[in-house]
């Protein structure tokens, strides 16, 4: 996981920045490299020392989505923003009603910060077309309690 998170967690603290270290090879002393010279930033409180928060998002389906194609359909695909990193869902080919059922994990540095999730209609030959977006504030999960919810996009 060391290779997917911007952040080496070590007791009692976190480093931001790079490794000398290989993904799945161990590191040893002196492999973390801070910003700058001996700089050590903690975290609001969150997955600092022995607790990870991180945010499971599953992207279940959509509906109504707006036909963005000549033929009346989208292929669309859903990108999630949050902390400076970006996924991409699958695109589902001519259609207006997506099934994505996929998982994505976030790890969540800041509490204040917000989920952005976006919808684009995919095109072979052209840029992609924005079909919409909902942008969720982090805190509405805080308590960590399972929601399942339909959100508006917005254009």
Known sequence: ??????????PKA????????????????????PHGPGHLEFLNGWGVGEEE???????????????????GT????VLLECNFRRMQSAIVKRTIKPKWN???YIDVTDPEGKLVVSVWDWDMLSRDDFIGQVEIPLHQFRDGARQQRWYTLAP
Request: charged share 20%; hydrophobic share 35%.
């Open 1 to 10: 996981q060391l290779e997917n998170s911007p952040h080496l967690r070590v």
């Open 14 to 33: 976190v480093y931001h920045g790079a490794t000398k270290s290989r993904p799945g090879v161990a590191l040893g002393a002196g492999s973390a490299l």
């Open 53 to 71: 928060k991180t945010l499971s998002v599953e992207v279940i389906r959509g509906r109504g989505i707006k036909p963005m194609d000549v033929t």
């Open 74 to 77: 989208s292929d669309p695909y």
């Open 102 to 104: 996929e998982t994505f």
